[in-house]
Every structure is written in structure tokens, then in C-alpha cells.
T-cell receptor, first 112, second 112 residues
Framework: DAGITQSPRHKVTETGTPVTLRCHQT?????MYWYRQDPGHGLRLIHY???????DKGEVSDGYSVSRSKTEDFLLTLESATSSQTSVYFC???????????FGEGSWLTVV | QKEVEQDPGPLSVPEGAIVSLNCTYS??????FMWYRQYSRKGPELLMY????GNKEDGRFTAQVDKSSKYISLFIRDSQPSDSATYLC????????????FGPGTRLSVLP
């Protein structure tokens, strides 16, 4: 158990509405990530954080923003949800030793 | 060309078979290599982690890295129905950019 909790786990929302997904860790790790997973594309990095208030863009950051005001929480916001953002979103943390990351259980988002 | 390519599958084998899962990559900077197992509607779970070229064994699983060929493999001996899952390869240069790149995954079914 990597000590990662994602919420909500499932959400259906309408096009144009803002949506925030939350990732909470109990391990106090520095690095946190948001990925989306889609058939044929695998896991793609949206944004990551390397500390409180320190974030950077990933491969597919358009339409997403993040915030990290506390070490334990990393929020992903879809500013105006579109159908192309229907996906499974995974939060991950990097262990301080070794170069591996550990994933949460995922948040299933459907934009209708 | 994608940065990491993986046999898409699906792959079906009888129980007890030896399974070989493979990934190729193009970025010679990758130094750390991982295999994740992902059950349906779950988050990816770290299975194996290796650094640079060579083999690593853990129970029925063997991870093999050939950096000269930019090729990594995961072997599963005496495969079990519980091994039925999607297997993702992942890799990173290991620098502070924390760029973890994933293959699209291979779906494996082990038939009793």
C-alpha cells in the first residue's frame, strides 16, 4: 500500500464544468504526479510536483491545472471539462530512494 | 515513432506456460527500468525494478535489460490464472526531471 488516496473515485460531469480531482498521500514524499490512461496511449503525464507550490507540465497538460499547497495534497483541475478528457486519472508518488513511482487506485471521469 | 514500444497483445497462454513480455525504447538516456502489473479497474502495481543492463529475478518473474539493443523483457515462469492482467513497462533517465515514460501495455490472459 503506497499510502495514496484519490477522490472522487468516479465522477460524471457535464461539458464546460470545472472538475477537481484530489490526491492525498500519507508518506510525505516530495514528488507527486498526475497521469491519464487511455486505450492505445497508455499512461501519459499531465503535471507533476516536486514540492509545495512547485509544479511543472507534462506531455498532455493543455486544459489542466494543478496546485500543491500542502505536501500531502496534489489537486488536478479541469478548468472546463471536455469529452476528450473522459479518462482514468492516476496519481502517483515517487519514493525518496530508488527511481520508481507508486500509483493510487485511479479516478474514473466521464464528461458528457 | 513512440519513445517506448510494447507488444500490444492480447496474449493468451495456458496455465504453466512461460510468458515473455517485451518493450523497446529509443532514448539511450534511460537508466532505470520497471515493470508494472495492472488488474482491471485498478492502479498499476510495481512488479520489478532494475538499473542498467542485466537480469533480476524475483520468484517466478525475471526482468532482463539489454541497453545495447534498447530492449527489455519480463519473463513469467509457471504462469498462473492470477497473472492475468495488463503489464506495463516503464523507464526513466533517473535525473531530477523525473520523466517516467510508459509503454502502452500488453494484456495477458492465462487460461486454466
Amino acid at each position: 500500500d503506497a499510502g495514496i488516496t484519490q477522490s472522487p473515485r468516479h465522477k460524471v460531469t457535464e461539458t464546460g464544468t470545472p472538475v477537481t480531482l484530489r490526491c492525498h498521500q500519507t508518506e510525505n514524499h516530495r514528488y507527486m504526479y498526475w497521469y491519464r490512461q487511455d486505450p492505445g496511449h497508455g499512461l501519459r503525464l499531465i503535471h507533476y510536483s516536486y514540492g509545495v507550490k512547485d509544479t511543472d507540465k507534462g506531455e498532455v497538460s493543455d486544459g489542466y491545472s494543478v496546485s500543491r499547497s500542502k505536501t500531502e495534497d496534489f489537486l488536478l483541475t479541469l478548468e472546463s471539462a471536455t469529452s476528450s478528457q473522459t479518462s482514468v486519472y492516476f496519481c502517483a508518488i515517487k519514493a525518496p530512494s530508488g527511481n520508481t513511482i507508486y500509483f493510487g487506485e485511479g479516478s474514473w471521469l466521464t464528461v458528457v | 515513432q513512440k519513445e517506448v514500444e510494447q507488444d500490444p497483445g492480447p496474449l493468451s497462454v495456458p496455465e504453466g506456460a512461460i510468458v515473455s513480455l517485451n518493450c523497446t525504447y529509443s532514448n539511450s538516456a534511460f537508466q532505470y527500468f520497471m515493470w508494472y502489473r495492472q488488474y482491471s479497474r485498478k492502479g498499476p502495481e510495481l512488479l520489478m525494478y532494475t538499473y542498467s543492463s542485466g537480469n533480476k529475478e524475483d520468484g517466478r518473474f525475471t526482468a532482463q535489460v539489454d541497453k545495447s539493443s534498447k530492449y527489455i523483457s519480463l519473463f513469467i515462469r509457471d504462469s498462473q490464472p492470477s497473472d492475468s492482467a495488463t503489464y506495463l513497462c516503464a523507464m526513466t533517465p533517473g535525473n531530477y526531471g523525473q520523466n517516467f515514460v510508459f509503454g502502452p501495455g500488453t494484456r495477458l490472459s492465462v487460461l486454466p
